[in-house]
């Protein structure tokens, strides 16, 4: 029978071990079925239960340190082979995994989503190919509205079907089709008849905002814009809200934020105002929402927008709109 | 909601103040002007003895094309009280707008023949007692003139520019000789006529142009710009000074047929309100007489539909609701009468008002709401942080699937590109072509993403890259045979798989699996319509897949997230090596094998040449999942293979 002494001597054995086979023949012995800690288990039934229970604790102890003590050897034998798997230039670069980047345009898309979503905001979607109605007259645009000719429209058959001009038609869109109350954001591409040059694109993308529901004002519209000029701009960004004028909006409202390049004192980025218009906004004009059958004595909303590539181009350190969307875009 | 462009307004300081008290600094002074709706431009420039203020004009505000107009703005945002330039003319005839023509002898008549397109003209006949060239313009006007950017001429013409500035009306004046027995004419062009403008250009008119003529010829582009042979030289002793007001929309439309932008244009083809047209005619008037002692001999008016001046009523609860901010009635009749509104009626709960002529912005309740908030500052209204329950979620189907798919192609190591919808046109007769393009270039909108992303693939190619991966989601757009919509826009994946060391074969083969991955990966059934692959040279493909047409919401779908977890099967590998007679193609054996074996997971393959040449040596590494006896499934799919294919197992 084995002893708590030649259990003293297993230390000793296991340090002449080499190979994972010697351990697994020694782990037999001692723990196996017939090992000697079942042995010493055995011995344990001739005896009365008080000194069972008392001897039984004592075994279960040292089965506890003879476990240890095999794994620990298990752990030393497999990091010793593990030293040989390296036995190479570890120094070497990794092997390049590739994976791809969105446009940009994307990437903006996506932080802004974030935090309109937060808020509640769905995103909503319409056509590029616009009709006249959804484009202009339903935005309080009749025609020879002045500001009609300063959208230089491109169009496919004149007066009826052209390219839309802003995003403002998916918001049409939506309150034409959707119940109230609605929340949404409209990214998407929008076109102007213009010559190309460095900052100015025939195509660009636009941004544009809604929120209609009963008792929206303009406090709103100012928590929501300086809100979200403080998520994109970064908290510290001072923000500036002053009367402007749009046509589909009454109270019209444009939000400045104060030039991060010169603290405000004025520079030529910000054409020595101290502030950058980021973001034109107000009240959904009464007309708007009547050309949408909605009755503007009960519900009330706000819309903004703004143009997304100069955003992307400050992001993103490019300098000329046109390298957004002639596909000679590379990422470093 | 993109910035328009703005019509700025130039405003020399000396000149405002004759108008309103300035007890505040520039700086002050536009930061209070850009709060109420009038940004500051450019810097405020130095000139000789003053400072030039740029501020830019809403559109829809043509009284702010004046220096009063921004004068009342200023007295209103600085609380002060406005002066405006004082004349006894009109006289009581012509404000009651009844005269035609008057004195027998000195004659003044005028004909409307286009009232759609004029709706008042009213003019002086006035008699010099000296030549135009003897006459002096005096100082103060040349320095504000000069500070605003004006050439100073000669009195008559100086007078005119300086009233258009000055209150925001153009007028112009012809020399009486030119206009033959006192008779002025209002009518359409001639199509084809021409006209020589100030400055020497021909213009060719058209019959939508309006003319204000004499009996014989056109002697001015009415609104825009005089005639170069009638208007008042060194020589002239007696004029016509005119003021109008037209149809604005003609004038804008005129204005770009013409190419034709002047200070008088611009203020036009706005809204001014006709009562502005007498107003600016008495000031010009009275000048005239002041400085070149001039004497009225005749005067006329033809105003057909006299225009009233709106009332509109405002609650006061409006302003809480729409402005979120509580102002008291009396508060707000203060604001607005500072800004020249009168309160014909004023209540706790509303007020009557009445809108003076200058403002013909203001048309609505809202109108004024955005009147007194803007009074009361912008900047000192709530913030209020919306507390609403959230709306029903409606985002586009479209958005979020494209989302899917675009961090799919990001985890297949496709870039995305946004490439531009404008191509040029190519005689396709399902191409959408613009009617109005600028740019030849990009005249028609694309039938596919191929040609935005081959461009950027040898973009890439051309600075080095070998291996390229580019996808696009965007539309494609087609002229449709549907009456109630004429063109039509869908939605395309394309993608461009380039690898400069792999066989055609390989690069192809890559793309399709590509496509295979996607429908996996999104839970769509992987069909033939779906895509096209196009074979671009030895190694590059583009592929084009109709995502809006076969992705619908309709389509069935098993999405990831409602797939089944099950505890991890055992896979279990054997190999099938045939020959197969050349009429078969391996492709479709290997379909065969995965569509009547659906324990077989996968199919890896590898193909040889045995001796036979009319043989293709195939072997199929099928991975089988579960427990299954591997050698009666080997035994079953070889038999369906013989009998099918008349395929040698080896």
Same mark, same amino acid.
């Given at each position: 029978m084995v002893t708590m002494r030649d259990i003293s001597t297993l230390p000793n054995l296991l340090a002449e071990i080499k190979t994972a086979e010697q351990l697994a023949a020694l782990e037999i012995e001692y723990l196996g079925r017939n090992g000697h800690i079942n042995a010493l288990a055995r011995t344990l039934q001739k005896l009365s239960p008080e000194e069972r229970k008392e001897k039984g604790a004592q075994l279960n102890a040292l089965k506890q340190d003879v476990?240890?003590?095999?794994?620990?050897?298990?752990?030393?034998?497999?990091?010793?082979?593990?030293?040989?798997?390296?036995?190479?230039?570890?120094?070497?670069? +990794?092997?390049?995994?590739?994976?791809?980047?969105?446009?940009?345009?994307?990437?903006? @898309?996506?932080?802004?989503?974030?935090?309109f979503t937060y808020l509640g905001y769905s995103v909503y979607e319409g056509p590029e190919i616009e009709t006249e109605e959804y484009n202009f007259a339903k935005l309080n645009l009749p025609p020879d509205h002045p500001a009609r000719e300063l959208q230089d429209t491109l169009y496919i058959l004149e007066p009826e079907y052209l390219l839309r001009t802003h995003t403002s038609s998916v918001e049409i869109r939506c309150l034409t089709q959707e119940k109230l109350p609605v929340k949404i954001i409209t990214p998407g591409k929008c076109y102007r008849n213009e010559n190309t040059n460095a900052s100015n694109n025939a195509i660009f993308y636009q941004l544009e905002g809604l929120f209609i529901d009963k008792g929206v004002h303009m406090g709103h519209l100012k928590a929501t814009l300086d809100g979200f000029a403080r998520f994109l701009y970064g908290e510290n960004t001072i923000t500036r809200f002053r009367c402007k004028y749009y046509p589909q909006v009454e109270p019209g409202m444009g939000m400045?934020?104060?030039?991060?390049?010169?603290?405000?004192?004025?520079?030529?980025?910000?054409?020595?105002?101290?502030?950058?218009?980021?973001? +034109?906004?107000?009240?959904?004009?009464? !007309?708007?929402?009547?050309?949408?059958?909605?009755?503007?004595?009960?519900?009330?909303?706000?819309?903004?927008?703004?143009?997304?590539?100069?955003? @992307?181009?400050?992001?993103? +350190?490019?300098?000329?709109i046109r390298s957004l969307y002639n596909g000679e875009l590379v990422w470093k | 909601m993109e910035n328009d462009r703005i019509k700025d307004m130039k405003i020399p300081l000396h000149w405002l103040k004759e108008y309103v008290d300035i007890d505040v600094s520039v700086n002050e002074l536009t930061d209070k002007l850009t709060s109420i709706g009038h940004m500051q431009d450019k810097k405020p420039e130095q000139v000789e003895n003053d400072t030039v203020i740029d501020l830019e004009v809403r559109q829809n505000r043509p009284d702010c094309l004046s220096v009063l107009g921004v004068a009342r703005e200023v007295a209103a945002v600085t609380g002060k009280l406005v002066t405006a330039p004082s004349a006894q003319y009109p006289s009581t005839a012509l404000r009651t707008g009844a005269v035609q023509s008057t004195n027998g002898k000195d004659k003044l008549h005028i004909e409307n023949a286009a009232p759609d397109l004029c709706r008042r003209f009213i003019a002086y006949r006035i008699k010099l007692p000296q030549r135009n060239s003897g006459l002096s313009t005096p100082q103060w006007m040349v320095d504000r003139l000069t500070a605003y950017g004006i050439k100073v001429i000669s009195p008559l013409v100086d007078i005119t520019n300086y009233v258009t500035i000055e209150l925001g009306e153009p007028l112009h004046a012809f020399d009486m000789r030119f206009i033959e027995d006192?008779?002025?004419?209002?009518?359409?062009?001639?199509?084809?006529?021409? %006209?020589?403008?100030?400055?020497?250009? @021909? &213009?060719?008119?058209? !019959?939508?142009?309006?003319?204000?003529?004499?009996?014989? !010829?056109? &002697?001015?582009?009415?609104?825009?710009?005089?005639?170069?042979?009638?208007?008042?030289?060194?020589?002239?002793?007696?004029?016509?000074?005119?003021?109008a007001t037209y149809n604005q929309a003609s004038i804008r439309r005129s204005s770009i047929r013409h190419s034709v932008r002047t200070e008088a244009s611009s203020r036009h083809e706005k809204f001014l309100h006709p009562q502005l047209a007498e107003v600016a005619l008495g000031r010009a008037a009275q000048l005239v007489l002041d400085i070149c002692n001039g004497k009225i001999v005749a005067e006329a008016d033809s105003y057909p539909k006299p225009e009233s001046t709106p009332k509109i009523l405002l609650r006061?609860?409006?302003?809480?609701?729409?402005?979120?901010?509580?102002?008291?009635?009396?508060?707000?009749?203060?604001? %607005?009468?500072?800004?020249?509104?009168?309160?014909?009626? #004023?209540?706790?709960?509303?007020?009557?008002?009445?809108?003076?002529?200058?403002?013909?912005d203001i048309l609505c309740e809202a109108d004024l709401v955005e009147e007194v908030v803007r009074m009361y500052g912008y900047e000192r209204t709530p913030v209020?942080?919306?507390?609403?329950?959230?709306?029903? !979620?409606?985002?586009?189907?479209?958005?979020? &699937?494209?989302?899917?798919?675009?961090?799919?192609?990001?985890?297949?190591?496709?870039?995305?590109?946004?490439?531009?919808?404008?191509?040029?046109?190519?005689?396709?007769?399902?191409?959408?072509? &613009?009617?109005?393009?600028?740019?030849?270039?990009?005249?028609?909108?694309?039938?596919?993403?191929?040609?935005?992303?081959?461009?950027?693939?040898?973009?890439?190619?051309?600075?080095?890259?070998?291996?390229?991966?580019?996808f696009e989601l965007g539309k494609v757009y087609e002229k449709a045979d549907h009456p109630k919509s004429p063109y039509t826009e869908r939605r395309q994946l394309g993608f461009i798989l380039h690898n400069a060391h792999a066989p055609t074969q390989e690069v192809y083969l890559r793309a399709k699996g590509v496509v295979d991955s996607l429908c996996t990966k999104l839970g769509y059934t992987l069909t033939d319509n779906l895509y096209q692959i196009s074979v671009l040279d030895k190694n590059s493909v583009y592929v084009a897949l109709e995502i809006e047409r076969y992705w619908s919401p309709e389509?069935?779908?098993?999405?990831?997230?409602?797939?089944?977890?099950?505890?991890?099967?055992?896979?279990?590998?054997? *190999?099938?090596?045939?020959?197969?007679?050349?009429?078969?193609?391996?492709? @479709?054996?290997?379909?065969?094998?995965? *569509?009547?074996?659906?324990?077989?997971?996968?199919?890896?393959?590898?193909?040889?040449?045995?001796? *036979?040449?009319?043989?293709?040596?195939?072997?199929?590494?099928?991975?089988?999942?579960? #427990?299954?006896?591997?050698?009666?499934l080997i035994e079953a799919i070889a038999e369906t293979l013989k009998k099918t294919y008349s395929a040698i197992i080896r």
């Open positions: 476990l240890e003590l095999f794994e620990r050897k298990k752990d030393e034998i497999q990091n010793e082979q593990q030293s040989h798997l390296t036995d190479f230039d570890t120094s070497l670069p +990794g092997i390049k995994q590739k994976s791809g980047h969105l446009h940009p345009t994307s990437l903006v @898309v996506r932080e802004i989503y974030e935090y400045d934020i104060q030039c991060q390049l010169c603290q405000g004192v004025g520079c030529a980025v910000c054409k020595y105002r101290g502030w950058l218009e980021v973001v +034109g906004a107000g009240m959904v004009h009464p !007309n708007m929402l009547s050309a949408c059958g909605i009755d503007g004595e009960e519900w009330s909303g706000f819309a903004f927008g703004f143009g997304l590539d100069r955003l @992307v181009m400050m992001r993103y +350190g490019i300098t000329d | 006192g008779e002025v004419v209002f009518r359409r062009a001639h199509e084809g006529e021409k %006209l020589t403008i100030l400055g020497g250009r @021909v &213009l060719t008119l058209t !019959n939508d142009d309006l003319v204000v003529a004499s009996k014989s !010829n056109a &002697l001015s582009l009415a609104g825009m710009i005089g005639g170069a042979d009638s208007g008042v030289g060194p020589d002239t002793t007696e004029i016509v000074l005119e003021a006061i609860s409006e302003l809480a609701r729409l402005g979120g901010v509580s102002i008291s009635a009396n508060d707000a009749s203060g604001y %607005l009468k500072s800004l020249g509104f009168s309160i014909l009626n #004023a209540e706790l709960s509303a007020l009557q008002v009445s809108i003076p002529y200058w403002r013909t209020v942080i919306p507390a609403f329950a959230p709306p029903k !979620n409606i985002t586009s189907y479209w958005f979020t &699937l494209e989302e899917e798919i675009r961090d799919i192609m990001l985890a297949h190591s496709f870039d995305e590109h946004i490439t531009e919808p404008l191509t040029k046109s190519d005689g396709d007769t399902r191409q959408v072509v &613009l009617q109005n393009a600028l740019n030849s270039q990009k005249d028609a909108l694309r039938l596919t993403l191929q040609e935005g992303l081959r461009h950027a693939l040898s973009h890439q190619k051309k600075f080095g890259r070998e291996e390229v991966r580019l389509t069935p779908r098993v999405k990831a997230d409602k797939r089944l977890y099950t505890s991890i099967p055992h896979l279990h590998t054997f *190999d099938i090596s045939l020959y197969l007679p050349k009429a078969h193609q391996p492709g @479709v054996v290997i379909q065969t094998v995965k *569509d009547g074996w659906k324990e077989v997971e996968n199919i890896d393959y590898e193909l040889f040449q045995p001796k *036979d040449a009319n043989m293709v040596g195939l072997l199929l590494k099928c991975t089988v999942s579960g #427990a299954t006896h591997k050698h009666v």
